[in-house]
């Protein structure tokens, strides 16, 4: 079970860490 949690974190991780700039380029695109 712990294996599952760290493969998790790592994907939500790599998630934030993609999605964040992301997010943040919409945001200036729609102001």
Do not use: C, Y
Request: hydrophobic fraction near 70%; proline fraction near 3%; glycine fraction near 4%.
């Amino acid at each position: 079970m712990a294996r599952f949690w760290g493969f998790a974190a790592l994907i939500l991780v790599e998630f934030l860490m993609f999605a964040t700039p992301n997010i943040a380029m919409a945001h200036k695109m729609d102001s």
